[in-house]
């Protein structure tokens, strides 16, 4: 790291890194493609973080990419080895290629890059630093470490410092994490991101509610298991303070209907029964009614 070149490329990484952090504090894991697009000002010059192609070079970067995508959504665990290693696909089936090459030069010199994996259509969740550690040219693919020497890598670049994980603790949180996104992602999505009950747009209030919970055998992570809930729906509808029959109108319960309070009560909850959800497009994405009927049954035994 004494030449000028080595030291650019230290110095933008750092800045990369520092940036995600920031965002990552704003936006949570998943960061949308037209931030990363954008990306940030590195002494005057724009540093983006994606491209057309998954293997991405930013112009000021002299020789090694700063970042991999994979954009596959899902099946999640064929991006992934036996070890918990990210299985990385090289660009086109060339070995030689500029691209291709440029991630070994990373591996050899051990530079840390950013992974970023679609979790839908233009969201990514995005790690880092990562590191490449093995080549497979029969495979044509990359291994990408996630966990170790994140913390050398941590201290060289500054990156946030965090307790000393257990071997493939963060791979493990990756697949974690891209389970749940993906989940919530998906059902924001089908609902065009808005609460059921109440049509409240503000994303950050949104969850992706099961409807039989995934302690479960049938609470499957699929969309049609899920629902779009505001914070107060979700507990609400998750403490039984009312339920949704299969033919998708609410109930609110007894007792709570008969409770006298504030606007927020009234509108938050008693004003909810007997109405139709709002329904997700497309409507086969529409809640299983199978699904719906059991959480019911549930529903009806609390009150
Ligand atoms: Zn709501």
């Known amino acids: 790291m004494s030449s000028p070149q080595a030291s650019i490329d230290h110095r933008v990484r750092l800045a990369a890194f520092e940036w995600l952090e920031k965002q990552t504090q704003i936006h949570g894991d998943v ?11 590195f002494e005057g010059k724009r540093v983006p973080f994606v491209g057309p192609q998954g293997i991405f070079k930013p112009k000021i970067l002299p020789e090694i990419p700063l970042s991999i995508i994979t954009t596959i959504e899902g099946p999640y665990d064929d991006s992934f ?6 299985v990385y696909r090289y660009r086109g089936t060339d070995p030689d290629h ?3 090459v440029g991630l070994r030069e990373a591996m050899e010199r051990k530079i840390p890059l950013v992974y970023f994996h679609a979790v839908v259509r233009g969201k990514y969740l995005a790690r880092w630093p990562v590191f490449v550690v093995g080549d497979d040219r029969k ?4 291994k990408i470490d996630a966990d170790s020497q994140v913390l050398m890598a941590r201290r060289e670049y500054a990156v946030s410092e ?56 049938e609470g499957i992570p699929a969309v049609r298991n899920g629902i779009a809930l505001c914070k107060l729906h979700h507990a609400a509808f998750d403490s039984n303070l009312f339920g949704i029959r299969p033919d ?3 109930e609110v319960r007894k007792d709570v209907l008969r409770e006298k309070d504030g606007p927020m009560l009234i509108h938050g909850l008693q004003e909810l029964n007997n109405r139709k959800i709002i329904l997700p497009t497309p409507s086969k994405l529409s809640p299983d009614r199978k699904l719906l009927e059991q959480r019911f049954e549930e529903f009806r035994a609390a009150g």
């Open 81 to 86: 080895d036996v070890n918990n290693l990210i």
């Open 248 to 250: 998708y109108h609410m």
């Open 162 to 217: 965090e307790v000393v994980p257990p071997r493939a603790y963060a791979t493990i949180m990756i697949r974690q994490r891209l389970h749940q996104q993906s989940f919530r992602q998906r059902v924001l999505q089908a609902y065009r991101e808005q609460c059921a009950c109440c049509r409240l747009k503000r994303v950050e209030l949104l969850d992706a509610a099961h409807i039989i919970g995934d302690s479960e055998p």
């Open 31 to 41: 960061l949308p493609r037209e931030l990363l697009a954008q990306g940030f000002f």
């Open 139 to 142: 495979a044509l693919a990359f």
């Open 98 to 100: 500029r691209d291709n």
